[in-house]
Nanobody, 126 residues
Framework: QLQLVESGGGLVQPGGSLRLSCAAS????????IGWFRQAPGKEREGVAC????????KYADSVKDRLTISRDNAKKMVYLKMNSLKPGDTAVYYC???????????????????WGQGTQVTVSS
């Protein structure tokens, strides 16, 4: 059974850091681009980062550029999202998603992705 499971969320103070993890099981991660999305209460789901299947290409939303870093380890079937200088506006449920297209050319759109995790809550507050 194909599954994505996020972890690493929690409560962090403004200016702090977190590393989110996305663990894949039931499929070969190597062929899939992986994206991270977030959704705050009352807002639409927003794509924040994407990494191509090989890891050779990444893409970030302007709102998080220079603060977030996406990476992957295909051998471990893991994708990571390192978040620095967190702000209260980063508070949201964060989801990882897998795309059979393998690249990030359409990664802003949720429909680009075939499989989704259940999400992990990130709260930035003092």
């Amino acid at each position: 059974q194909l599954q994505l499971v996020e972890s690493g969320g929690g409560l962090v103070q403004p200016g702090g850091s977190l590393r989110l993890s996305c663990a894949a099981s039931g499929f070969t991660l190597d062929y899939y681009a992986i994206g991270w999305f977030r959704q705050a209460p009352g807002k639409e789901r927003e794509g924040v980062a994407c990494i191509s299947s090989s890891g050779g290409s990444t893409k970030y939303a302007d709102s998080v550029k220079d603060r977030l870093t996406i990476s992957r380890d295909n051998a471990k079937k893991m994708v990571y999202l390192k978040m620095n200088s967190l702000k209260p506006g980063d508070t949201a449920v964060y989801y990882c998603a897998a795309s059979e297209y393998g690249d990030c050319s359409g990664s802003d759109a949720p429909l680009w992705y075939n499989y989704w995790g259940q999400g992990t809550q990130v709260t930035v507050s003092s």
